[in-house]
């Protein structure tokens, strides 16, 4: 193995790897866009630009950004290890300290470490000066759309003489509109991409064994399915009548933005109508989401929540009658969701066979992560913990996330059941089996979930699926659109190519 030998990074710690080399010389001279699949060494690039730049600008400093402070804690601790610095010129900003100390450490420090929501605080505050930065990082760069923070940052430094910018993401997304849109907003020059496919990638690539487990609803549940569904093709035939074509809940949300919009300046009755009619479908869908891929006990939680509020849509939704009879058969069913009584199953047979295997395990819905938790920290042997955001009040402080990775990752816990928090760049190295409780509609949470294991060594995936329900629906969804994306990319790459090559053959 060989190492990196350049300024500012330690000897014999960073490996030296061809493409990520490639791309380092693209990413010091223009505005780069780099996706690579999860575990092949963003954060190398990162810190191997950087010391360029700060090699190249001594004067000037670096800043890296990240989503959460759990994902900006673990790029200071990969910094901290590649960078031949005193620790603390590499530091971690966030709002929690207070806006004097920030601009402090905004003075003193090379490389600062943040959340963009703190960087774009502190800009319209004037605690941070942009000219005094020769590169910005932004990290799951494919959140640069719209009002994130990362679009306000990303102007304001665009406007800095000379200035740098480098997006890592392992899924930009399948959209063409929202490529673009990333972009623009970073101010893209040029995009490199790398899939396990590619030559240069596919040695380092580890081998990860993939596992379909479907599950059917028992017949109870079908009924209660059918009689929801039922209810549901009512409420959008009902919305057709005004030109609203819904056809599930992504639709449903967007037309009750664009209503809520409009009551903004016209408060017709009919449009209060409207906003009543799409919330009690938002509920109905979401009560179907729970029963038919999450569990038993999550659907009768959320009916108790409907059943507690006091709003119109809510007494709508309980008050239909084959909402009634559906509900009935829930709250009466004995046992529980096939697939909570799968992933117990599925526990206690790896275990059974390897009492170290560690696990971590995806369900987006908070009731259900609890559920799950019950279930599993009842088998023998499983040490079971949920990581979940800072909402609602069992929610976890950012401080309490980073506590609870770093108690998996020391054996603390041999099981990590995680809502979408735990999907987005954090490095879990220690995990053998990721289990996909549920599908998702989205290609890029499905890479990130998928780039939770064979990061240092072979690992294995297994998808719980439940037939004949959105379950498969979304994946089938979100593996068409990584496709596109894989596609739009690699277009976008080899036009990039194609105009150097023209370029240097200009007499």
């Known amino acids: ?11 014999n710690v960073l490996e030296s790897r061809a493409y990520q080399e490639s791309i380092v010389k693209t990413a010091i001279k223009k505005n780069t866009l780099c996706v690579l699949p999860t575990g092949m060494g ?43 610095m005193e620790e603390n010129e590499i530091v971690l900003v966030t709002g929690v300290i207070r806006p004097e100390d920030r601009m402090h450490l905004y003075h003193r ?25 020769s590169l910005m990082i932004f990290d799951e760069c494919h959140r640069a759309v719209k009002d994130y923070a990362y679009t306000y940052v990303s102007k304001m ?30 101010s893209i020059d ?8 590619d030559e240069d990638i596919m040695k380092y690539v580890k081998e990860i064994d993939t596992e379909y487990i479907r599950v059917d609803l028992p017949q109870e549940l079908k009924d209660a399915q059918s009689l929801i569904k039922a209810s549901l093709k009512n409420d959008f035939s009902g919305l057709r009548r005004y030109d609203i074509h819904a056809r599930g809940k992504k639709d449903l949300l967007d037309a009750q933005r664009r209503i809520m919009k409009e009551l903004e300046t016209d408060k017709r009755p009919v449009y209060f109508n409207l906003v009543a009619q799409i919330t009690k479908a938002i509920k109905v869908s979401h009560l179907l989401e729970m029963m038919e891929t999450q569990s038993v006990k999550a659907a009768r939680k959320y009916i108790k929540k409907l059943r507690l509020k006091k709003a119109a849509s809510d007494r709508r939704a309980l008050s239909d009658p084959e909402i009634m009879k559906a509900i009935r058969m829930i709250e009466t069913y004995e046992t529980e969701h096939p697939k909570i009584l799968k992933i117990a199953e599925i526990m206690e047979e790896q275990l059974q066979k390897n009492k170290d295997v560690k696990i971590i395990v995806f369900s987006h819905f908070r009731d259900n992560i609890e559920r799950i938790e019950d279930i599993l920290n009842n088998i023998k042997g499983c040490r079971a913990t949920s990581l979940i955001g800072q909402a609602g009040v069992k929610g976890l402080s950012q401080k309490q996330q980073i506590d609870v990775i770093k108690d998996y990752e020391a054996d603390v816990y041999n099981c990590l059941i995680t809502s979408p928090i735990g999907e987005e760049g954090l490095h879990l190295a220690s995990a053998d089996i990721a289990i996909f409780y549920d599908s998702v509609p989205s290609e890029i949470r499905t890479i990130q979930r998928r780039g939770r294991v064979g990061r240092t060594k072979i690992g294995r995936i297994i998808f719980l699926l439940t037939r004949g329900t959105r379950d498969e629906t979304y994946y089938y969804i979100a593996k068409r659109k990584e496709e596109t994306m894989k596609d739009i990319l690699k277009g976008m790459q080899n036009k990039q190519n194609s105009s150097l090559m023209k370029f240097m053959k200009k007499p």
């Open 1 to 11: 193995m060989t190492f990196i030998r350049a300024p500012y990074i330690k000897n």
């Open 109 to 133: 420090s090379p490389i600062i470490v943040a959340t963009p929501q703190t960087i774009r605080n502190d800009i319209k505050n004037g605690l941070i000066g942009l000219k005094n930065f």
């Open 190 to 197: 040029a995009v490199e991409i790398r899939t396990e496919e």
């Open 42 to 84: 963003k954060t190398q690039i990162a810190v191997m630009v950087a010391a360029h730049r700060l090699n190249k600008y001594p004067e000037k400093k670096i800043l890296m950004m990240a989503p959460t402070r759990p994902l900006c804690a673990q790029h200071q601790d990969a910094f901290r290890k590649f960078m031949d």
């Open 157 to 186: 430094y665009g406007m800095v003489p000379g200035h740098l910018i480098l997006g890592l993401t392992a899924s930009p997304g399948g959209d063409e509109e929202k490529i673009k849109h990333i972009t623009k907003n970073l």
